[in-house]
């Protein structure tokens, strides 16, 4: 079991810059794949990045860029650094673990993560 606690949302104003973390607990010492998503008011949940257990990257393009997904392993803890937000990056952020397929693939299918963060807003201004 992973418990998963994000925070370091807020509001800015558009162009501004915000840093996502997100602290795991649990069974830590297992390998997961490490992701980002959101969901506006009144719209699905959608992927924004993810981070595999050896480090590779991955974004969505909306966001290449201006975010960077990153972890500490050693503080088990995953960031993902915001910059240049626009009003449309507005949303609930919710970071997530999954174990992934068994060579290594992570999945961008929210329905493929068991674990999840409880969400931090962000909210950009024009």
């Known amino acids: 079991q992973l418990q998963l606690v994000a925070s370091g949302g807020g509001s800015v104003q558009a162009g501004g810059s915000l840093r996502l973390s997100c602290a795991a607990s649990?069974?830590?010492?297992?390998?997961?794949?490490m992701g980002w998503f959101r969901q506006a008011s009144g719209k699905q949940r959608e992927w924004v990045s993810l981070?595999?257990?050896?480090?590779?990257?991955d974004y969505e393009d909306f966001v290449k860029g201006r975010f960077t997904i990153s972890q500490d392993n050693a503080k088990d803890k995953l960031y993902l650094e915001m910059d240049s937000l626009k009003p449309e990056d507005t949303a609930m952020y919710y970071c997530a673990a999954d174990r992934g397929a068994s060579n290594g693939y992570c999945y961008i299918s929210q329905y493929r993560y068991n674990y999840w963060g409880q969400g931090t807003q962000v909210t950009v201004s024009p």
């Open positions: 649990g069974d830590t010492s297992s390998r997961y794949c």
């Open positions: 981070i595999k257990a050896d480090g590779t990257t």
